[in-house]
């Protein structure tokens, strides 16, 4: 079953309370909330005290991907805000493993992230203790980037040691999905799709994610 998750990146942020509802309202399963502090990348976005506000417009789950450094330092809030999973990038935080044990002892889900060029290596230990992997298929910090398709056979090496491992953990993608890059994550092994403008862009945003699901 693929999940979407519409990165709200891409959304008015005048009407934020409307648009989650729109893409509620058209069956998206997730609400992508990213979230980014101008050091680990090079854009500014918003804060728990914006997972707050936005908390009170709908029930569905909160995907916060915390595209900063010293993610630890930032748990605590986000979680008492409403997350429902948080994921941290393996290359922003020093201690990992405290970093996922720390969301988990929260009661939410805990992902792991990486960026296109960052190996598989580096996960690979912690693998049995998050509920998720994002393999960003951009170079984070920007909504409308071009999917970098050289992380495609990636997504099938995590495939392959997720399946030797006996773990049926989720692998999402994020960056320049769209109908047909989606087909291609999906067949490499892809569950949870992320996608900013060709969700938020669409004239029919029904129509954007039926043509994600495929
Ligand atoms: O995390 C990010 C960018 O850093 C993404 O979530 C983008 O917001 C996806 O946007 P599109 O590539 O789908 O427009």
Redesign the pocket.
């Given at each position: 079953m693929i999940k979407i998750a519409p990165?709200i990146?891409?959304a008015d942020f005048s009407c934020l309370g409307d648009e989650i509802r729109k893409i509620e309202k058209a069956g998206a399963d997730w609400v992508?909330i990213?979230v980014?502090d101008g050091n680990f990348?090079p854009?500014l976005t918003f804060g728990a005290p914006v997972v707050k506000k936005i908390r009170n417009v709908t029930r569905m789950f909160f995907d916060c991907?915390l595209?900063v450094d010293h993610p630890e330092t930032y748990i605590e809030d986000f979680a008492a805000a409403g997350a429902d999973q948080i994921v941290v990038h393996a290359e922003a935080t020093k201690h990992l493993h405290r970093c996922i044990q720390a969301i988990h002892a929260k009661g939410i889900k805990a992902g792991v992230a990486l960026n296109p060029a960052s190996s598989l290596t580096l996960i690979e230990e912690i693998l049995p203790d998050v509920d998720m992997v994002l393999l960003?298929t951009?170079?984070?910090?920007?909504?409308?980037?071009q999917?970098i398709s050289t992380v495609l056979p990636k997504i099938s090496r995590l495939r392959r040691m997720l399946d030797m491992a006996g773990l049926r953990t989720d692998i999402q993608v994020?960056?320049?999905?769209?109908a047909e890059t989606a087909r291609q994550v999906v067949g490499a092994g892809a569950t949870v799709l992320?996608?900013?403008?060709?969700?938020y862009?669409a004239k029919d945003v029904n129509a954007a994610i039926k043509s994600l699901r495929g």
């Open positions: 990165s990146l891409s992508h990213d980014m990348v854009n991907h595209m960003m951009v170079n984070p910090g920007f909504g409308g980037q999917f994020d960056g320049g999905i769209n992320v996608a900013g403008s060709y969700v862009g």
